[in-house]
């Protein structure tokens, strides 16, 4: 099924995109999908029905066209220019988690990582619980191997299956993925669909217990409630970014509509009114004022993606 909008004109992208089982949208607001709460939109934006579905639509689109995988958008920034080309997001199927033989879990990537520590624990599988600290979905916990709470996702990765730009399907032990500290050397070109995860036998009564510890940890120490792409720096090493970033005199520092959140300073938030300028502006000034204090180059872990606004459509300090 293929949505256009009646107001898509003549020589609109969608026009020459193959059709699909899923849904295509010609100039998909983006911002209501992400976390932010900002950002332009998509030139077309996919939602395809399934792994088949996308390995068709890639491979009869011409390689000229961009394209752009996104997941729950909790640790994405849209810049306002919008992003050229497909946008694809998936959803439906790929959120779906069940459980395997020999204490495993099958999750979509669409599936949230908190629903996957939910259904681990409730089959009485222990070992996946810091999944429930992590605000995202499973692809993106696996393209920047997602962690928290001295775990990471290559802790618990058994296998992926992946879809290329030429539309192939693989499927990965992760062991070939270079799983490192919020890297994978997986080719950029490849949309997760879905991953196989390790787990081990444990009572759900002590599996609660420690979910509930870490969103208790959560709430006191990091501004869940507010408008924020999560943690904004990696930590590099043998540092923290967010005690380097308090150093710098950079807690509670204000661009525009955006600031440092003064509970975390590893977290951006849009206070009402930023625009993804002013959010990456104030990152950026952050990144220059840790530079100059300590001489560490941060490193963003929020994900850019987009063209920049109309030069008088940015943010100011």
Same mark, same amino acid.
């Given at each position: 099924?293929?949505?256009?909008?009646?107001?898509?004109?003549?020589?609109?992208?969608? +026009?020459?995109?193959?059709?699909?089982?899923?849904?295509?949208?010609?100039?998909?607001?983006?911002?209501?999908?992400?976390?932010?709460? $900002?950002?332009?939109?998509?030139?077309?934006?996919?939602?395809?029905?399934?792994?088949?579905?996308?390995?068709?639509?890639?491979?009869?689109?011409?390689?000229?066209?961009?394209? &752009? $995988?996104?997941?729950?958008?909790?640790?994405?920034?849209?810049?306002?220019?919008?992003? /050229?080309?497909?946008?694809?997001?998936?959803?439906?199927?790929?959120?779906?988690?069940?459980?395997?033989?020999?204490?495993?879990?099958?999750?979509?990537?669409?599936?949230?990582?908190?629903?996957?520590? *939910?259904?681990?624990?409730?089959?009485?599988?222990?070992?996946?619980?810091?999944?429930?600290?992590?605000?995202?979905?499973?692809?993106?916990?696996?393209?920047?191997?997602?962690?928290?709470?001295?775990?990471?996702?290559?802790?618990?990765?058994?296998?992926? /299956?992946?879809?290329?730009?030429?539309?192939?399907?693989?499927?990965?032990?992760?062991?070939?993925?270079?799983?490192?500290?919020?890297?994978?050397?997986?080719?950029?070109?490849?949309?997760?669909?879905?991953?196989?995860? +390790?787990?081990?036998?444990?009572?759900?009564?002590?599996?609660?217990?420690?979910?509930?510890?870490?969103?208790?940890?959560?709430?006191?120490?990091?501004?869940?409630?507010?408008? &924020?792409?999560?943690?904004?720096?990696?930590?590099?090493?043998?540092?923290?970014?967010?005690?380097?970033?308090?150093?710098?005199?950079? /807690?509670?520092?204000?661009?525009?509509?955006?600031?440092?959140?003064? *509970?975390?300073?590893?977290?951006?938030?849009?206070?009402?009114?930023?625009?993804?300028?002013?959010?990456?502006?104030?990152?950026?000034? $952050?990144?220059?004022?840790?530079?100059?204090?300590?001489?560490?180059?941060?490193?963003?872990?929020?994900?850019?993606?987009?063209?920049?606004?109309?030069?008088?459509?940015?943010?100011?300090?």
């Amino acid at each position: 099924m293929m949505i256009a909008p009646r107001t898509a004109p003549e020589g609109h992208l969608i +026009q020459r995109l193959p059709s699909v089982r899923g849904r295509l949208r010609a100039d998909a607001a983006l911002a209501a999908v992400t976390w932010f709460r $900002v950002g332009g939109p998509a030139e077309v934006l996919f939602r395809p029905a399934d792994a088949e579905d996308l390995a068709a639509f890639l491979a009869e689109t011409p390689r000229a066209v961009p394209i &752009t $995988v996104i997941g729950v958008g909790s640790n994405l920034l849209v810049r306002d220019g919008g992003v /050229r080309g497909v946008v694809v997001r998936l959803a439906g199927g790929f959120a779906d988690v069940r459980v395997l033989e020999g204490d495993r879990i099958e999750a979509g990537c669409a599936a949230l990582d908190a629903t996957v520590a *939910k259904v681990a624990r409730d089959a009485g599988l222990g070992g996946l619980e810091f999944l429930s600290g992590i605000p995202g979905s499973i692809g993106g916990g696996l393209r920047m191997n997602a962690g928290a709470y001295s775990r990471e996702m290559k802790d618990i990765l058994v296998s992926v /299956r992946a879809v290329d730009r030429d539309g192939r399907l693989f499927e990965v032990p992760a062991q070939d993925l270079g799983l490192a500290y919020r890297h994978t050397s997986a080719p950029t070109d490849w949309i997760f669909v879905s991953a196989v995860l +390790q787990g081990r036998p444990d009572h759900p009564a002590d599996i609660t217990r420690r979910m509930d510890a870490i969103q208790s940890e959560r709430s006191s120490s990091q501004p869940v409630r507010g408008r &924020t792409g999560g943690s904004t720096f990696a930590n590099p090493p043998n540092a923290k970014a967010w005690e380097l970033i308090d150093r710098a005199g950079c /807690r509670g520092l204000r661009w525009g509509g955006a600031q440092v959140s003064e *509970k975390h300073c590893n977290f951006l938030l849009n206070t009402g009114g930023a625009t993804a300028t002013d959010l990456e502006e104030l990152g950026e000034e $952050v990144r220059r004022r840790v530079q100059a204090a300590s001489g560490v180059d941060l490193r963003w872990e929020i994900r850019i993606i987009g063209e920049p606004a109309a030069p008088d459509q940015g943010g100011t300090p």
